[in-house]
Every structure is written in C-alpha cells, then in structure tokens.
C-alpha cells in the first residue's frame, strides 16, 4: 500500500527535515510478518510514559505494539508495516488527532481507536466516529478495559469479513440504478458515476440496504454503524441527512430514506443482493 500526504514545511532543506509529499509506502515487505498470527497495533499518542504502559502491557500479552508520539513518526511505522488497528489520542501537541484521522481514512480502512483525556470533549469524539473511528475511550482508562475494546473491534472485523466469505450474495447491492460494492466499498449513481461516502455514511447506507422497506429505530443504526453506545442519537440525524444528499434528488423531500414518524427512518425501495467475490480473512489476538 502506498499513501501520499502533503507535510507542513518548516525552516531547513526538504532533504534535511524529510518534508514534501509523504508516501507511506513499506517497499517490499513480502516476508515481513508474513507468518505471524500476531495483532499489530499501532500507539499514536506523545505522553511516553502512556507509550511504554501500553506497548509494554500488549506485549506481554501476546499483541505486537509498536508506538508513535506524532504524525512523523506514525508515518515512519505504516512504512514499516500496515497494522492490524490504530489506538490514536486527539491530543498531541502539535499534531491535530483529528487531521491525523482524516488522513489515516483518506487512505487506509484500519480500525482506529480514538482516545481523549477530557469528558468534555464530546463534540470531538463525535466528530473522530463520524470521520471512521471504530470506538473511544476516555483517559484515564484502564488497561483491561483497552485490551478488550481491541479485541472487540478486530473480532467484529473478522466477523464481518467470515460473513463475507461465507455468504457470495451479501457482498454487492443495486436499488433503483444504484451500485454498492461492499469489498470496494464503491459506490456508483444510476449514470455510472462514483458517489464518496465517508465511513458512518457507508455503515449506514449497508444497514438500510441489509433491511429495506423496514423500519428502523434509532438506535438499531445506532448499533448497525458501531457509533460508541454514548453518543447521543441524534447524530444518526444527521448522517442520514448527509447520506440523503448524496442518494436523494430532492433531500428536503425524501423518496429513498423516509421519516418513520415515532420509529426512525426506512429505506423505501427494493434492493438487489448480487453476487460478491470472496475476502480474506485476518487474525485476532487470543483472548
């Protein structure tokens, strides 16, 4: 895999700070890891002494940590290997968590645990769910509480791609002209033309299309895009209404997504399941 990233210039040569367009790319890692069962998670947070407990305690416990304290190094470890899930704190000095995550998003589809030592900053950890987090934790946390949200996320991406695998006809979507495809996470207007979704809207999009002309409660989408059981539900109102902007020819008068009035919402045309080709798998760390 190869990213490409613009970095913020400063005083000195490019060649002597290593500025100019960033590529993440690992060269030929062919053998690396190759055989390893191990997890590889990846510690993005500037507090070292945070760093070392966590490596330190994943290690020990059968998970492959390596760590970084800012965007620099973060990009130097995806080099090295692509890793399994990104723990990433929205506080690092210099470094905007959040930019991070854009970026980590606009090339990479990794899990990523958000991490902020400040309860009220419920604003942002809405906003890191909404660029693609798979979950959060508030500072200070514990340990074992960490390891199991872990765990948890790579289960449910494991869960996600044996389903895959096992069912050829879950894996490509077509309503009223409209293509999803589910591994490519691609998806294409009646005309041909590919539609972006960020990743609460393709969770969302993939929750209607699993269940359409049904209704869904709030908190059933709440469930099916993974959003953290904290954040309010109305931030469901509000990926809907960006999703139908995206789907809808007139969003202020919805024919796709409809209001169910004291329920939540339904997708109200029929939809086709095609058929998908297979996905690989990955491994979890043993609980």
Request: aromatic share 4%; net charge neutral; with cysteine.
């Amino acid at each position: 895999m190869v990213w490409q990233a613009d970095v913020p210039s400063t005083s000195g040569s490019d060649a002597e700070r290593g500025d100019g367009p960033a590529t993440f790319d690992r060269g030929d890692q062919s053998n690396k890891n190759e055989n390893s069962e191990l997890a590889r998670v990846l510690i993005v947070d500037d507090d070292a002494a945070m760093q070392r407990m966590v490596v330190n305690y994943f290690r020990e416990r059968n998970i492959c940590a390596v760590s970084a304290s800012g965007r620099q190094e973060m990009i130097h470890q995806l080099r090295e290997s692509d890793p399994s899930l990104i723990i990433l704190d929205l506080r690092l000095g210099q470094d905007d968590g959040l930019d991070l995550l854009r970026e980590i998003r606009s090339h990479s589809d990794v899990p990523v645990i958000i991490t902020t030592g400040h309860r009220c900053d419920e604003i942002d950890r809405i906003v890191g769910l909404e660029l693609g987090a798979d979950d959060y934790v508030l500072k200070p946390f514990n340990l074992h509480e960490l390891l199991a949200r872990v765990r948890a996320v790579l289960r449910r991406q494991e869960i996600g791609r044996a389903a895959s695998q096992r069912d050829p006809e879950g894996g490509r979507y077509r309503f009223n002209g409209w293509n999803l495809e589910r591994r490519a996470r691609r998806l294409t207007d009646p005309n041909g033309k590919p539609v972006v979704l960020t990743k609460g809207e393709y969770a969302l999009l993939v929750a209607f299309l699993d269940a359409p002309q049904r209704p869904l409660t709030r908190e059933h989408l709440l469930q099916a895009t993974r959003m953290h059981e904290d954040v309010f539900d109305r931030s469901i109102d509000v990926q809907v209404l960006r999703l139908r902007r995206k789907l809808e020819t007139n969003p202020s008068a919805p024919s796709v997504i409809r209001t169910a009035r004291g329920v939540g919402y339904v997708f109200a045309l029929p939809v086709e399941r095609l058929e998908a080709r297979p996905v690989l798998g990955s491994s979890v760390p043993p609980a």
